[in-house]
Each structure stands twice: as structure tokens, then as C-alpha cells.
């Protein structure tokens, strides 16, 4: 079964810092990964995905993220952290159909 | 705008009443599904629907009903709530059963069965 995992509970930053938010991914085939961003009292919201190509994809509110096959990972990254990117967040991997299978969860806090 | 609304987004209920959450979605989408998130747990898909009169069980089924008669709504049913049901209950969307569309979610329902 395709699963992630999210190592760190939560992550603090200073504002301006680079920020990065691990997954790690455990899956049979080609991976598709998926970030989204939960913010206080709100529903999830789509950030970016893996699909095929550039291991470098680009997202939403200046995100990114590293495809890396050999590490089996897909970490979350911003070059300079903002207080309002301060959410939980959370890596997803496709599973038979348009199933999402979740990590856990990392909260991010981003301190000025 | 496009959106998946749900109602309510708060309720407070006893063990045994039965309730039912509401998801509509105005993107003309095909699938739509339910999560529960719990802490540490992450989101885990409760039932998931592939189009109108087609749903399929998820992972945590178990005291669940869902129905899909309109393409927009997808209503949560919890015929005999119980304490463990307790919980923040997500709605999603996504344009068709393939690999690579994402989905969308509502604003969340979060549910306290006493």
C-alpha cells in the first residue's frame, strides 16, 4: 500500500528564513504527491504536485517542493518564510482511483 | 466561486441521534469523497464516490452512510453516532477518477457526539 510520512511534528522558522517540511513516501510504481496547506478553521488547500517530469515543482504562495526518487522523498520548501505561511501542512500520496493517502501532519510556525 | 460548501460546520450531538452532514460542490465534478481528520491520524477517506449512484467504501467505513443521487451533493449520513465518531469531517472533490487532478476540499464540519 502507498503511504507517507511526515518525520517532524512541527517545524519553527524565523521570518525570512528558508523553510523545509520533510515527506518522506513509501509507494509500488510511479508516485504522485501532493502538499496542502491547512490553515486555522479552514479546509485543506491544494498547493502543488508530482505527476511526472521536473523534480522541482512549483506551488501556490511561493512553494516548492524536490522530487528525490533515491531518497523517496518529497520535502516542502520556501526560499523566505512568511508568519502567515504559519499552518499545518500536510503530504499526500495517490492510491488506487483518486484515493489520497495522508501523512500525519507537520504544524508550521513562523516566528518575526 | 467555485467552492465545496458544507453544513453544519458545528454540531454537538448524543450518542445515537441521527445525523446528517451536508457537501455540495458547484465545479460539476465527478468525484467527491469524505475524510475524517483526527490528531496525529492525518485524513483518512471515510467513503468516496466515483459519479451520480456510484460509491465505494474508503477506509474507516464503519458507522457511515453516504448516497450520491445529484452529481453535487454528497451527503454524510451517521445513522447511530457514538462518542468515537467524534471528529473533524471533510468533503472533497476533484474533476474525474484519475491520477493526476486535485481535490478540493470544504471548510470542514466538526462534529462532538456526547
Known amino acids: 500500500a502507498q503511504s507517507v510520512a511526515q518525520p517532524e511534528d512541527q517545524v519553527n522558522v524565523a521570518e525570512g528564513n528558508p523553510l523545509t517540511v520533510k515527506c518522506t513516501y513509501s509507494?509500488?510504481?510511479?508516485?504522485?504527491l501532493f502538499w496542502y496547506v491547512q490553515y486555522p478553521n479552514r479546509g485543506l488547500q491544494f498547493l502543488l504536485k508530482?505527476?511526472?517530469?521536473?523534480?522541482l515543482v512549483k506551488g501556490s504562495y511561493g512553494f516548492e517542493a524536490e522530487f528525490n526518487k533515491s531518497q523517496t522523498s518529497f520535502h516542502l520548501k520556501k526560499p523566505s518564510a512568511l508568519v502567515s505561511d504559519s499552518a499545518l501542512y500536510f503530504c499526500?500520496?495517490?492510491?488506487?482511483?483518486?484515493?489520497?493517502?495522508f501523512g500525519a501532519g507537520t504544524i508550521l510556525r513562523v516566528k518575526s | 466561486e467555485a467552492q465545496v460548501t458544507q453544513n453544519p460546520r458545528y454540531l454537538i450531538t448524543v450518542t445515537g441521534k441521527k445525523l446528517t452532514v451536508t457537501c455540495s460542490q458547484n465545479?460539476?465534478?465527478?468525484?467527491m469523497s469524505w475524510y475524517r481528520q483526527d490528531p496525529g491520524l492525518g485524513l483518512r477517506q471515510i467513503y468516496y464516490?466515483?459519479?451520480?449512484?456510484?460509491?465505494d467504501k474508503g477506509d474507516v467505513p464503519e458507522g457511515y452512510k453516504v448516497s450520491r443521487k445529484e452529481k453535487r451533493n454528497f451527503p454524510l449520513i451517521l445513522e447511530s453516532p457514538s462518542p468515537n465518531q467524534t471528529s473533524l469531517y471533510f468533503c472533497?472533490?476533484?474533476?474525474?477518477?484519475?491520477?493526476?487532478?486535485?481535490?478540493?476540499f470544504g471548510p470542514g464540519t466538526r462534529l462532538t457526539v456526547t
Open positions: 464516490s466515483m459519479n451520480v449512484e456510484v460509491t
Open positions: 499526500a500520496v495517490r492510491q488506487y482511483g483518486n484515493k489520497l493517502v
Open positions: 465545479m460539476n465534478h465527478e468525484y
Open positions: 508530482y505527476i511526472t517530469g521536473d523534480n
Open positions: 472533497a472533490s476533484s474533476l474525474e477518477l484519475t491520477d493526476t487532478y486535485e481535490q478540493y
Open positions: 509507494v509500488s510504481g510511479n508516485p504522485y
